[in-house]
């Protein structure tokens, strides 16, 4: 990042903030866990790369200056669960996708953990 920077440029980093991405982690190990009571949710980022803090000192320390980190929250807005559920299983959204990847690796089938989300919602 450092080398590609222009001078005096401006480098923006996104990020969720934990290394797991609680607002679909939360309901999604709740879900899993119906079905495998072991399951154990999947790091989605490193946590050197997901607060404010310590994202500012990895581009001090290879020598970006003036850093300012700023942590701002987002909202998810969804018409109704089912456009939720879309999302989720179907949007492509990179941790969503790993979240799936993580499941299937583990021999699950993800109709299983989809059926279980579901569930939770309509139960």
């Known amino acids: ?24 982690d939360n309901p999604w190990a709740k879900a899993c866990r119906l079905i495998a009571a072991s399951y154990e949710p999947t790091m989605l980022m490193s946590p050197e790369w997901t607060v404010a803090k310590e994202i500012k000192e990895n581009v001090e320390e290879v020598g970006f200056r003036d850093v300012q980190a700023v942590e701002k929250t987002g909202t998810w807005v969804f018409e109704d669960e089912n456009e939720a559920l879309e999302y989720f299983f179907d ?12 499941w299937e690796g ?18």
Do not use: H, S
């Open 106 to 123: 583990k021999g699950a089938e993800r109709r299983e953990g989809e059926a279980a989300v579901r569930e939770g919602i309509d139960g």
């Open 1 to 24: 990042m450092y080398r590609v920077t222009k001078p005096g440029g401006v480098l923006g980093v996104a990020t969720w903030g934990t290394p797991y991405y609680d607002f679909w």
């Open 91 to 102: 949007g492509g959204n990179p941790g969503c996708v790993k979240m799936l990847q993580a």
